[in-house]
């Protein structure tokens, strides 16, 4: 469960980048988060996994109120969530397999039952067959879908996306969409921040759009409150 | 995309367990506490060895501030225990009149050695003392050119262990002096002093050479670490990102100061091994010159382990400074 209130946000230098935001994600739920750039979607995101700290406002994530939680515990807290990058913010000095298998090493699983879920979380991207490639060879879709097994492979409750298809053509970007859906079936709270309205309109899942900050609108459905 | 998962209702029946992570169970986690620090050994002695040109300078400055003071350590501990012999043996020459003849002597030497102060007392008549420095000098044939002997007859004395200090020794140069038929009693015992003076002065030298080297290791080491955590910005934020604690990213950084402070250490020792093998026979050849059968020390099995004691505890402190200072600062953005 995802739930803002009153939140505010502002940067050093005075930018107020969120103001005022509300919003409840239920548990399983999915929705899209929308608005120019600039608008202050990456900052909600950012917010959500602890990258930054509200200026204002409770947030409230996976059970924890993130305005108390200690700096120590962020760790533990972040293991709960997936993230995916625009830029996939993958490690260009190992393989993919590497990759992905991070935060299962982080959380100390041993070799084979790494071994065992990355060879499972690529299966589910397509991408069983490139286990062994660098990053580098790979295509700008390939490297995206690496960066969403990453993200997945610990089975985060929260599955949180920045832009992921900000640089696909249409039918990748389609793929990717419906990639995402997948994990939701299954019961991943899924929020994907995307300008990409064509696309995300066709889903069949709510619709957050933020403007200068503020959330103005939801749609279409009501399963994410403002 | 083949193992599409199922659908929504499915989601409790899914293998998917718990939600938050999905830790391992507590036993394993130990466990894979334990693979973790193993990973991390290996993972940074893999990374040393991947820049072997920049880890093999690093290494050589570090083994050469180690071996710098470990050396003059080890070259004074050998002269200290050099003159240790001469310092112990605190003699009394006591040198007889021209008039007193070999068996006056004997008198002389029982005499003295009925003193209370006197442990040992030998006496050293012209032809005895002719034949040992004939023997210890090398002058022997200059000696011939002479056509009488011109050392005097003496007597050796030892005091006794009470009376090995210097006023000790002193005093008991008057009382000999004082006896008929000796003309002076002569105390060896200036020049020891004086080594001893010059022997602590160099310690204390060597010493502060000791520690403004050891601060040199730490910052050689606090700085390769902190080049190496710049040059892994990426990761660290990415490792951070995906839930790794500071004890996890901190890890390989302190292993790499280890490996650095172990290696170090062990090329140190051996450039200290190679320096004494180089000066053992020079030493040795002048020790016999004075009739010594000294040789050169060792650091020994725990002087070694010392030395590398010492290593690992300067790299894995540099490091720790490093990653302190810098870890802290990398947050995912």
Same mark, same amino acid.
């Given at each position: 469960?995802?739930?803002?209130?009153?939140?505010?946000?502002?940067?050093?230098?005075?930018?107020?980048?969120?103001?005022?935001?509300?919003?409840?994600?239920?548990?399983?739920?999915?929705?899209?988060?929308?608005?120019?750039?600039?608008?202050?979607?990456?900052?909600?995101?950012?917010?959500?996994?602890?990258?930054?700290?509200? %200026?204002?406002?409770?947030?409230?994530?996976?059970?924890?109120?993130?305005? &108390?939680?200690?700096?120590?515990?962020?760790?533990?807290?972040?293991?709960?969530?997936?993230?995916?990058?625009?830029?996939?913010?993958?490690?260009?000095?190992?393989?993919?397999?590497?990759?992905?298998?991070?935060?299962?090493?982080?959380?100390?699983?041993?070799?084979?039952?790494?071994?065992?879920?990355?060879?499972?979380?690529?299966?589910?991207?397509?991408?069983?067959?490139?286990?062994?490639?660098?990053?580098? &060879?790979?295509?700008?879709?390939?490297?995206?879908?690496?960066?969403?097994?990453?993200?997945?492979?610990?089975?985060?409750?929260?599955?949180?996306?920045?832009?992921? &298809?900000?640089?696909?053509?249409?039918?990748?970007?389609?793929?990717?969409?419906?990639?995402?859906?997948?994990?939701?079936?299954?019961?991943? &709270?899924?929020?994907?921040?995307?300008?990409?309205?064509?696309?995300?309109? %066709?889903?069949?899942?709510?619709?957050?759009?933020?403007?200068?900050?503020?959330?103005?609108?939801?749609?279409?459905?009501?399963?994410?409150?403002? | 995309?083949?193992?599409?998962?199922?659908?929504?209702?499915?989601?409790?029946?899914?293998?998917?367990?718990?939600?938050?992570?999905?830790?391992?169970?507590?036993?394993?986690?130990?466990?894979?506490?334990?693979?973790?620090?193993?990973?991390?050994?290996?993972?940074?002695?893999?990374?040393?060895?991947?820049?072997?040109?920049?880890?093999?300078? %690093?290494?050589?400055?570090?083994?050469?501030?180690?071996?710098?003071?470990?050396?003059?350590?080890?070259?004074?501990?050998?002269?200290?225990?050099?003159?240790?012999?001469?310092?112990?043996?605190?003699?009394?020459?006591?040198?007889?009149?021209?008039?007193?003849?070999?068996?006056?002597?004997?008198?002389?030497?029982?005499?003295?050695?009925?003193?209370?102060?006197?442990?040992?007392?030998?006496?050293?008549?012209?032809?005895?003392?002719?034949?040992?420095?004939?023997?210890?000098?090398?002058?022997?044939?200059?000696?011939?050119?002479?056509?009488?002997?011109?050392?005097?007859?003496?007597?050796?004395?030892?005091?006794?262990?009470?009376?090995?200090?210097?006023?000790?020794?002193?005093?008991?140069?008057?009382?000999?002096?004082?006896?008929?038929?000796?003309?002076?009693?002569?105390?060896?015992?200036?020049?020891?002093?004086?080594?001893?003076?010059?022997?602590?002065?160099?310690?204390?030298?060597?010493?502060?050479?000791?520690?403004?080297?050891?601060?040199?290791?730490?910052?050689?080491?606090?700085?390769?670490?902190?080049?190496?955590?710049?040059?892994?910005?990426?990761?660290?934020?990415?490792?951070?990102?995906?839930?790794?604690?500071?004890?996890?990213?901190?890890?390989?950084?302190?292993?790499?100061?280890?490996?650095?402070?172990?290696?170090?250490?062990?090329?140190?020792?051996?450039?200290?091994?190679?320096?004494?093998?180089?000066?053992?026979?020079?030493?040795?050849?002048?020790?016999?010159?004075?009739?010594?059968?000294?040789?050169?020390?060792?650091?020994?099995?725990?002087?070694?382990?010392?030395?590398?004691?010492?290593?690992?505890?300067?790299?894995?402190?540099?490091?720790?400074?490093?990653?302190?200072?810098?870890?802290?600062?990398?947050?995912?953005?």
């Amino acid at each position: 469960m995802i739930q803002f209130q009153n939140v505010v946000k502002r940067y050093p230098g005075g930018q107020e980048a969120l103001s005022q935001v509300s919003l409840r994600m239920d548990e399983g739920a999915m929705a899209f988060l929308t608005g120019h750039s600039g608008a202050g979607k990456s900052t909600l995101l950012k917010l959500i996994a602890l990258i930054e700290r509200p %200026t204002r406002g409770q947030i409230k994530v996976n059970g924890q109120h993130l305005n &108390t939680l200690p700096r120590r515990k962020v760790p533990h807290f972040r293991r709960g969530i997936g993230i995916i990058f625009q830029d996939h913010h993958l490690l260009h000095d190992r393989s993919v397999f590497d990759n992905v298998a991070l935060p299962l090493v982080i959380l100390g699983y041993r070799r084979p039952e790494i071994a065992r879920r990355v060879r499972a979380a690529l299966d589910k991207v397509g991408l069983l067959h490139k286990e062994k490639a660098q990053p580098v &060879t790979l295509s700008s879709g390939e490297q995206q879908r690496v960066g969403i097994a990453r993200a997945v492979v610990h089975k985060p409750a929260i599955l949180l996306a920045d832009e992921p &298809t900000g640089n696909l053509d249409p039918e990748l970007s389609r793929e990717i969409m419906e990639l995402f859906l997948q994990f939701n079936q299954v019961g991943v &709270t899924t929020l994907i921040a995307s300008h990409d309205l064509e696309l995300i309109t %066709t889903l069949d899942k709510p619709i957050l759009k933020l403007h200068g900050g503020k959330l103005v609108q939801t749609g279409p459905r009501d399963e994410a409150q403002p | 995309m083949s193992r599409a998962p199922g659908p929504a209702s499915r989601r409790k029946a899914s293998p998917r367990g718990a939600r938050g992570g999905g830790q391992p169970a507590i036993h394993t986690r130990f466990q894979a506490w334990g693979v973790n620090h193993a990973q991390a050994m290996v993972f940074s002695l893999g990374r040393l060895s991947r820049n072997p040109f920049g880890a093999a300078l %690093t290494l050589t400055v570090i083994a050469i501030a180690l071996a710098l003071p470990s050396g003059l350590w080890l070259a004074l501990k050998n002269l200290q225990e050099a003159s240790g012999h001469w310092d112990r043996g605190a003699q009394l020459s006591v040198f007889a009149q021209d008039s007193v003849t070999d068996q006056d002597l004997v008198q002389l030497a029982t005499r003295i050695q009925a003193l209370e102060a006197v442990q040992n007392a030998q006496p050293l008549t012209r032809e005895d003392a002719l034949a040992e420095f004939r023997a210890l000098s090398g002058f022997g044939e200059a000696l011939d050119l002479l056509d009488h002997n011109p050392l005097p007859a003496l007597v050796l004395v030892t005091p006794v262990a009470a009376h090995q200090g210097p006023d000790a020794v002193r005093a008991l140069a008057g009382q000999l002096e004082a006896l008929d038929g000796v003309a002076q009693a002569q105390v060896d015992l200036q020049w020891v002093q004086r080594l001893q003076a010059l022997l602590e002065m160099t310690r204390r030298g060597v010493g502060l050479v000791a520690v403004l080297l050891g601060l040199g290791v730490l910052l050689v080491v606090g700085n390769t670490i902190r080049l190496d955590i710049l040059n892994r910005r990426r990761e660290i934020e990415v490792a951070k990102l995906v839930g790794a604690t500071d004890g996890f990213i901190r890890r390989p950084f302190l292993y790499g100061g280890l490996w650095l402070g172990l290696f170090g250490g062990l090329l140190a020792l051996i450039i200290v091994g190679v320096g004494l093998l180089l000066l053992n026979g020079p030493v040795q050849q002048l020790a016999a010159l004075y009739g010594s059968d000294f040789r050169l020390r060792g650091p020994g099995f725990s002087g070694a382990l010392g030395l590398l004691g010492l290593g690992v505890a300067l790299g894995l402190g540099g490091s720790w400074i490093a990653v302190g200072r810098h870890l802290r600062d990398i947050e995912p953005r």
